[in-house]
């Protein structure tokens, strides 16, 4: 098994190179980047403020990192302005040397392939640089919104599981049954539901919308959290959670209830199940001390997979929705204002625990079932 891990990490280093080529080429190729908007954001200005700009080297589009340039930059820039022009859209009638310090602040003075190396270099030691709106590392504000998705993929999947899992269990004992018939109609309602619609009608229900106002619309925690006591804090905390992950829980559960079930009525059905019923045994005992194991085989290595696609997909609307400073709703706004540093280093993140979670998936396989062998195969 050290072997195939080993060989599982290894083979994670090509696939991020290949991701973060892919997607360097398609966002480098897609128009209003950080220059554009610069330039756009200076159109919106008087002469006076562009003429501060021109001087001040970009202070208030590029986040206060003008102190990179000295000025023998800003003469190299001037030297080359002229051809710099007519690559933006809107940069008609702006100071060339404005744009070359622009693209200068932005690292587009350098070529693409130059650019995408350097991103690769720093990106192998965990160095995302810094964002371009906000003064701040990226790895600073990963760790900050950090918290905020992790409560909302952790508690989702656990609550998901822990209802799905004693349903599909019933559901395949109950097969055919009122009980099965009724419970799918509910499952098949509840998935049909997106969770962002489904969020938005618990906003107007229970969150000062048009009827009651029993759970805050915004944040993770009330503002005066840190001076509670620390019952209070777990009770804040998970009541500013509650309408969330109920919207997340609510269509989120039901592929996994029929995969529970699915799996279950394979099961039941194979010569061993007869055979333990054949000898006498309960049929408590049949389904949780022999079927059990097998049939969660898929259902239990799945789930590192399930957190991971909850914590960084599913959660992005349901953080714009109940304001959740989350890392979706990180990397929407960098995708937005065309924040790079973000975007890429974000998109290192979740490509990384992708590979990772796949593999514990794969660990968790042989760990239920220790005759599966990978190392062979």
């Not at 060339?96 to 995408?116: H, N, Q, S, V």
């Not at 998970?238 to 969330?244: C, K, N, S, T, V």
């Amino acid at each position: 098994m050290r072997a195939y891990i080993l060989k599982r990490l290894l083979l994670m280093i090509p696939t991020l190179l290949g991701v973060m080529t892919l997607n360097f080429i398609i966002v480098q190729a897609a128009p209003g980047g950080p220059v554009e908007q610069s330039i756009a954001r200076i159109r919106g200005l008087d002469s006076d403020a562009t003429a501060r700009f021109s001087s001040a080297g970009a202070n208030e589009a590029g986040g206060g990192q003008v102190n990179r340039f000295d000025k023998t930059g800003v003469k190299d820039a001037a030297g080359v302005a002229s051809s710099t022009v007519g690559k933006y859209r809107g940069a008609q009638g702006i100071d060339p040397e404005l744009i070359a310090r622009l693209e200068k602040m932005y690292g587009f003075d350098k070529p693409p392939l130059t650019r995408f190396l350097d991103m690769v270099k720093h990106y192998a030691t965990f160095d995302f640089g810094t964002s371009f709106y906000r003064d701040e590392s990226v790895v600073n504000l990963v760790l900050e919104k950090l918290p905020v998705s992790i409560s909302l993929g952790l508690w989702t999947t656990l609550i998901s599981y822990l209802v799905s899992i004693p349903l599909g269990i019933r559901k395949a004992v109950k097969d055919g049954s009122a009980f099965d018939i009724w419970s799918s109609a509910a499952i098949i309602f509840g998935y049909a539901i997106p969770s962002f619609l489904f969020a938005i009608l618990l906003v107007v229900l229970f969150a000062g919308g048009s009827f009651w106002h029993m759970f805050p619309l915004r944040g993770l925690v009330a503002d005066n959290w840190h001076d509670l006591p620390w019952p209070a804090r777990i009770g804040d905390y998970f009541w500013h959670l509650a309408l969330p992950i109920a919207a997340m829980v609510t269509s989120g559960f039901a592929t996994l209830t029929m995969l529970t079930k699915n799996s279950f009525l394979e099961e039941i059905r194979k010569q061993y199940v007869v055979t333990a019923r054949a000898k006498g045994l309960p049929e408590r005992r049949v389904l949780y001390g022999h079927v059990f194991r097998n049939a969660m085989l898929i259902v239990i290595s799945g789930f590192p997979a399930a957190f991971l696609s909850i914590l960084f997909t599913s959660a992005l609307l349901i953080e714009v929705i109940f304001s959740l400073d989350g890392l979706g709703y990180l990397g929407f706004n960098a995708v937005v204002s065309r924040d790079y540093p973000v975007m890429f280093g974000t998109l290192y993140c979740f490509t990384l625990l992708g590979l990772l979670t796949t593999l514990i998936g794969d660990i968790l396989y042989v760990l239920i079932d220790p005759r599966i062998d990978f190392e062979r195969r």
